[in-house]
């Protein structure tokens, strides 16, 4: 199984959630039913009316795309990261992104030439591959498979872990369900809500989780958002 090079910042939404002018956004997630089912759970209750209205959406891009994407932030501040992925687009001229099979035919020194580590350029080779081979699935067939499915298939791509697909299930797919409890935002969102000392176990937050079903990805969304209102000294627990 391959490991995630990073599993979320103190807080701040993955690189996944970042959209440029062209993307083309799906609907809201965070609607009427799903906050009416989370307020059941007194701290997402506070939380939700300190926060506001949700507005968790998802960005339409394809798999393929989404993990290369995320495979370039990995360990990068956001604009360096946004830097280095239009010089490797930019080799692509005609594209709006790299197309997999092109991505295979291009020299190795051309693609670290654009600031891509040699870790980074064998996992987008390895993206590429695995693209062209099937293994990693178009939004259209993406669609007719089960989370737990797409993390097992994804999983075995070098430099993506859980972490990674399940970001690109929130932030992609728009999957509704799914609780990132490995990454550090959500915890501390958790702590900060609930004002304790120190972060639950990942496998203690996706025990209480489970109560959130079916709109994990909602919760997690607004314990990211928790999590910057501390940092920014605007979030105070009761």
Not at 169 to 189: K, S, W
Not at 190 to 195: L, N, P, Q
């Amino acid at each position: 199984m391959a490991m995630d090079i990073e599993a979320g910042g103190a807080g701040d939404l993955p690189a996944l959630a970042a959209r440029r002018a062209t993307d083309r956004p799906a609907r809201l997630m965070g609607g009427p039913e799903a906050l009416k089912f989370l307020r059941r759970d007194p701290v997402l209750k506070r939380v939700i009316r300190r926060i506001g209205p949700c507005t968790l959406r998802p960005v339409k891009r394809e798999p393929y795309e989404a993990l290369v994407r995320a495979i370039a932030h990995q360990q990068v501040h956001g604009r360096a990261a946004e830097a280095i992925l239009g010089r490797f687009i930019a080799l692509y001229p005609g594209h709006d992104f790299p197309p997999a099979v092109q991505v295979l035919d291009t020299p190795v020194d051309a693609m670290r030439a654009c600031g891509l580590s040699g870790s980074k350029v064998a996992a987008i080779r390895d993206i590429a591959e695995k693209s062209v081979g099937g293994l990693v699935p178009t939004r259209k067939i993406a669609a007719r498979l089960s989370d737990e499915t797409l993390i097992e298939r994804l999983v075995q791509i070098r430099g993506v872990g859980r972490w990674t697909v399940e970001m690109l299930l929130i932030f992609t797919l728009g999957r509704a369900d799914v609780l990132p409890v490995d990454d550090f935002g959500v915890r501390e969102g958790w702590r900060v809500a609930t004002d304790a000392e120190a972060q639950l176990k990942p496998k203690e937050l996706a025990s209480i989780g489970e109560a959130w079903g079916p709109w994990r990805s909602i919760a997690a969304w607004y314990l990211w958002r928790a999590a910057d209102a501390a940092k920014a000294s605007t979030y105070k627990p009761q």
